[in-house]
Structures are given as C-alpha cells and as structure tokens.
C-alpha cells in the first residue's frame, strides 16, 4: 500500500474558478503536510505546509487537514491559467521526521 | 539566499557508461536528499544524508549506485554503468533540522533544478 495517495487527473477547471486537490495518507503518525507545485520540465517548488487540524491560508491557496480522516486538501481560488500544472503532496511521519513521502501528483489544467 | 544548485542540468549518455551528478545544498541545511523522478511519478528517494551520515539509503540500487557527501556540504551520485532504465530527473534537495522542546522536527525541503538523464 503507497504511503501517500493522489488523483493523477487530469482536473480540469476554468479560468476563476475553485480548485480542489486531494490527498489522502497511510495511518502512521503524522506529522506534517506539504503541497508543491511543478510545471511541466521543472523541479517542485513549496506551495504550503500544515501541521495541525484545520485550515490554513495564504493567498489564494488554502490548505486542509484533516487528521482524523487522514486526508489533506488543496483549494485553489480563482484559478489562473499559469496555476496549470502537477501538484504533489507530500508527507513526513513523526517517527522519522526526516523523511518524505511524495503522492504521484494532480495534473491541474486551468482553461481560460 | 541561494537555493540547492545542481549541475549538469542535462545529460545524455550511452548505456554502460558512467555518469555523475554535484548537488550544493542551501547553506545551514543539515539533510541532504537525492530523489529520482520518472515522468508522471512523484520523487523517489534514493538516499538521505543528515550532516555527512547516510541514514537511508534503502531505494539506493547499490550494485550501480553510488553517493558521497564529504565534509556534510556538498554531495555527488553517481551511476556505473548506466542503464536504459535509469532515464529520468535526478533532483536534489535539502532541509533543516532541529529540536524543539525535546522533539525533533524539521524545516521543509527545498529542491534543486535537477538533472535531466538520458540513456541512450
């Protein structure tokens, strides 16, 4: 069983609307939770990181976690074109802090 | 700051031959990771350094795999010889860690621009 599991997509949104990004984990204990995003010939770059229940917001990205269900989400609001791209999640477990586990990643296509 | 720098950015060889891989990590970072990504996949760890220690090298294909990070700074990989299969991005990250209130925990991992592996 994968540690860590993702929708590979594509998702396909249109330009301004919400989009939604799932992941879901294997259950361990948990420590912390990390979207990134990568284009298309690019390496991931650090969208968010989460480590208690809830929500949390920067922009127009919004990170959830729900510890209990074991799942962690990704609403991106009012979706730009150039949001268009993989979406990885990942997860490190809290008795190997150290170490990360990456989902196989959402492709997100925004349409103008 | 500078970030995790890679180098080559490119590289094509011909199966059986050798080929090696520099990654310089963020400076103050402590662990060190290089990952292999085939496309469509997230990346797969290969090996993790904490200072100059491999802690977890269990996805490292030993038999043609080889890693070293002198000095706990800078890290290079190498494959000999390499396979068809081993196409893919070699990315390099690196991260920091520390102890807060007597529990470990760690910063994020920042990656490099990676390496892009043809074997022909």
């Known amino acids: 069983q994968k540690e860590v599991e993702q929708n590979s997509g594509p998702l396909s949104v249109p330009e301004g609307a919400i989009a939604s990004l799932n992941c879901t984990y294997s259950d361990r204990v948990s420590q912390s939770f990390f979207w990134y995003r990568q284009y298309s010939g690019k390496s991931p770059e650090l969208i968010m990181s989460?480590?208690?229940?809830g929500d949390k917001e920067d922009g127009r990205f919004t990170a959830q976690l729900n510890k209990a269900s074991q799942y962690v989400s990704l609403l991106i609001r009012d979706s730009q074109p150039s949001d268009s791209a993989t979406y990885l999640c990942?997860?490190?477990?809290?008795?190997?802090?150290?170490?990360?586990?990456f989902g196989s990643g959402t492709k997100l296509n925004v349409k103008p | 700051e500078a970030g995790v720098v890679q180098s080559p950015r490119y590289k094509i060889i011909e199966k059986k031959q050798p080929v090696a891989f520099w990654c310089n990590p963020i400076s103050g970072h402590n662990t060190l990771y290089w990952y292999r990504q085939n496309l469509g996949q997230g990346p797969e760890l290969l090996i993790r350094y904490e200072n100059e220690e491999a802690v977890d090298d269990s996805q490292l294909p030993k038999d043609r795999f080889s890693a070293e990070r002198l000095k706990g700074v800078d890290s290079t990989l190498k494959i000999q010889p390499a396979e068809l299969g081993d196409s893919a991005v070699y990315l390099c990250?690196?991260?920091?860690?520390?102890?807060?209130?007597?529990?470990?925990?760690?910063?994020?991992?920042?990656f490099g621009p990676g390496t892009r592996l043809t074997v022909l």
């Open positions: 989460i480590y208690s229940n």
């Open positions: 990942a997860v490190n477990w809290g008795y190997n802090f150290n170490k990360f586990y």
């Open positions: 990250a690196s991260s920091s860690y520390g102890w807060t209130s007597g529990r470990a925990s760690t910063d994020t991992q920042y």
